[in-house]
């Protein structure tokens, strides 16, 4: 069945750091990927997204390109602020209905 | 901007007793899910519904679960008899009509659910 792998965490990094969370995935067909941020107390909020090979989604500054051919979704940004401080969840969607997520990396950030 | 909204933010009940958990998803969303988040673990799917109907359900949604929209704004999950093991975090998302077929989910903040 379909799955996500994702770092363990936590990762921590001083702040303007480069960061990387690596994120892989086995899926049958053609899923839609995403990364997901969690906030502390807060719900799960889509950080970012991409739906074929080679898209590149990107939003705050994070990046993510999805590569058919290492199926990877690799999350990174080039200078991370303390506001950056979360959980981030990879996650891909397939031809069913249901999201299947990574088990999640805790990022600290510190100033 | 539109929100899933989740009510309670925190429930705490007895084992065996039936615990109602509430959402209002995002107005001219047609698909509605359910998922769950033990502490320290992955999130779960649980249950997707469309139609007035349930469309997926994983093989933690036993006879237990049940979903329902009883109007037009609520999206409801029932544990009917709680257990220990319960005790999560549940997450309602809905998604849009979408022709692209990407699907994105709007997950609301989560209710904490503790069973003692």
């Known amino acids: 069945g379909n799955s996500v792998t994702q770092m363990e965490g936590p990762v921590t990094l001083s702040e303007e750091a480069f960061l990387t969370i690596n994120c892989t995935y086995t899926?049958?067909?053609?899923?839609?990927l995403f990364w997901y941020v969690q906030y502390p107390g807060e719900g799960l909020q889509l950080l970012l997204k991409a739906t074929k090979a080679d898209d590149k989604g990107s939003n705050k500054g994070f990046e993510a390109t999805y590569r058919k051919e290492t199926t990877s979704f690799h999350l990174e940004k080039g200078s991370v602020q303390v506001s950056d401080s979360a959980v981030y969840f990879c996650?891909?969607?397939?031809?069913?209905?249901?999201?299947?997520f990574g088990k999640g990396t805790r990022l600290h950030i510190l100033p | 901007e539109p929100e899933v909204t989740q009510t309670p933010s925190h429930q705490v009940t007895q084992m065996g007793q039936e615990v109602i958990l509430r959402c209002v998803p995002i107005?001219?969303?047609?698909?509605f899910y359910w998922y769950r988040q033990i502490l320290g673990q992955k999130v779960e799917f649980l249950v997707s519904f469309y139609n007035n109907e349930i469309s997926e359900k994983s093989e933690i949604f036993d006879d237990q679960f049940s979903v329902e929209r009883p109007d037009g704004s609520n999206f409801t999950l029932k544990i009917r008899s709680t257990k220990l093991e319960d005790s999560a975090m549940y997450f309602c998302?809905?998604?849009?009509?979408?022709?692209?077929?990407?699907?994105?989910?709007?997950f609301g903040p989560g209710t904490r659910l503790t069973v003692t």
């Open positions: 998302a809905s998604s849009p009509p979408d022709w692209r077929g990407t699907y994105e989910q709007y």
């Open positions: 107005s001219n969303h047609l698909y």
């Open positions: 996650a891909l969607r397939g031809r069913d209905d249901k999201i299947i």
């Open positions: 899926a049958t067909g053609y899923p839609s």
